[in-house]
């Protein structure tokens, strides 16, 4: 099918602290990838995306490498700031013009 | 307008009545969508609209959902005869036609059915 898995669970670190969430998807293909990120009380926004295998869409210190082998984009930081609190989804194209979203990752930094 | 405007923010009904949340998307924008994030849930697509040409409902969840844009520009999605099952955060977004998959989105509609 076309869909997208991310581990299950809220995730909760201290600041500066490093951050992987997980994202593997199932395609025929080679689908884009993206990460959207929801702050709290906001409307969900593009974070970032991968057009093709082996591209690395960066943004805010975040990034996420396109990997056919493992099909993954899994996303990381180095150094998380409590503004980084938030759920980030990761999604890819399906249908006409649809997105398929994971179930998402609610990150909690601690000061 | 600067963004995508949903109202409203947050709505809670009775069930068995039934609710319209409306979607204003961004001025140009031909394409429109509608979500629905469950607790624990991923994001479910709904309803797409794409300019002049026929919706694309195959997400509706139950012949209670329909949707409407008038004028190639506001949205309403229309649920009847509410189920407590409907609660959910139901999510609008828009885009160019050139860019599909680079949705900006509403901030959402909380719909509580009690």
């Known amino acids: 099918g076309n869909s997208v898995t991310q581990m299950e669970g809220p995730v909760t670190l201290s600041e500066e602290a490093f951050l992987t969430i997980n994202c593997t998807y199932t395609?025929?293909?080679?689908?884009?990838l993206f990460w959207y990120v929801q702050y709290p009380g906001e409307g969900l926004q593009l974070l970032l995306k991968?057009?093709?295998?082996?591209d690395k869409g960066s943004n805010k210190g975040f990034e996420a490498t396109y990997r056919k082998e493992t099909t993954s984009f899994h996303l990381e930081k180095g150094s998380v700031q409590v503004s980084d609190s938030a759920v980030y989804f990761c999604?890819?194209?399906?249908?006409?013009?649809?997105?398929?979203f994971g179930k998402g990752n609610q990150v909690v930094v601690i000061p | 307008g600067a963004g995508v405007s949903q109202s409203p923010s947050n709505k809670v009904t009775e069930k068995g009545k039934d609710v319209e949340l409306r979607c204003d998307p961004i001025?140009?924008?031909?394409?429109l969508y509608w979500y629905r994030q469950s607790l624990g849930q991923g994001l479910e697509f709904l309803i797409y609209?794409?300019?002049?040409?026929?919706?694309?409902k195959s997400g509706l969840p139950s012949d209670r959902f329909s949707a409407e844009r008038t004028g190639g520009s506001v949205s309403t999605l229309t649920i009847q005869r509410t189920q407590q099952e409907d609660s959910a955060v139901y999510l609008c977004?828009?885009?160019?036609?050139?860019?599909?998959?680079?949705?900006?989105f509403g901030s959402g509609t909380r719909l509580t059915v009690v």
């Open positions: 395609a025929t293909g080679y689908p884009s």
């Open positions: 609209f794409q300019g002049n040409s026929a919706p694309d």
């Open positions: 977004a828009s885009s160019l036609a050139t860019e599909g998959r680079r949705y900006t």
């Open positions: 999604a890819r194209p399906y249908g006409n013009n649809r997105l398929a």
């Open positions: 991968a057009t093709k295998a082996d």
């Open positions: 001025s140009g924008h031909t394409a």
